[in-house]
């Protein structure tokens, strides 16, 4: 008796909206750069922001860098899936590419800061939320200094805000902690929870 037509023993996992924050200086954008490489076929939602490039930001590729005037259009039109205001500069991931992107059956990546996360989270309860930490505070600090793009008052803002950070992290369904020296490490634990997840017995029912 042939077995190969049976039906399948649970519903194929749908796309996976895969949300990635964590503290300001902690390697996000080298995470993401991991996973740009990963065997798994990610859709990267580039944010839109009113920040100015830093040396080595492209547009299009690490933002989407528009006015405030622009922005502010996307806010009223809707256009944004959230945004907010971090140290003086605008930030929000575009709606209608996560929208399209989930349609098509693809499982998105977006990064946002802390409170973006919250805000997705209401939104979009059955998401997944990663939080990318370092080992320790200390740490932190030493990476921000060597990245020299901060004066030492936004410098002692940035720790502050990321004491304050670290209490949002229940909002949060994973944590992984990025070692100095060791990305591959982080990568390797994100793709192990998308693995995990793409394994559930109920999966995640992504709306959006």
């Not at 932190?140 to 030492?152: F, N, V």
Request: glycine share 8%; charged share 25%.
């Amino acid at each position: 008796m042939s077995h190969e037509n049976s039906p399948p023993l649970g519903p194929p996992p749908g796309p996976l909206l895969i949300v990635l924050s964590g503290l300001s200086g902690v390697g996000k954008d080298a995470v993401l750069t991991g996973l740009r490489q990963s065997a798994y076929p990610l859709e990267f939602i580039v944010t839109v922001t009113t920040r100015a490039p830093r040396p080595g930001e492209k547009d299009g590729v690490h933002y989407h860098f528009v006015s405030e005037a622009e922005f502010q259009k996307m806010v009223d039109a809707d256009q944004l899936l959230e945004w907010a205001t971090v140290y003086g500069n605008r930030y929000g991931p575009p709606r209608e590419p996560v929208r399209q992107a989930l349609e098509n059956g693809k499982d998105v990546v977006i990064k946002v800061d802390v409170q973006g996360a919250a805000t997705i989270k209401k939104i979009v309860p059955q998401a997944v939320f990663i939080f990318l930490a370092p080992p320790s505070m200390g740490e932190l600090a030493q990476r921000l200094e060597k990245r020299r793009t901060e004066t030492p008052a936004d410098l002692e803002l940035r720790l502050k805000t990321a004491a304050e950070e670290m209490e949002k992290l229940p909002v949060f369904d994973y944590l992984v902690v990025n070692r100095q020296g060791e990305l591959d490490r982080a990568v390797a634990d994100i793709e192990a929870i998308i693995t995990a997840e793409k394994c559930r017995v109920i999966p995640r029912g992504i709306s959006l």
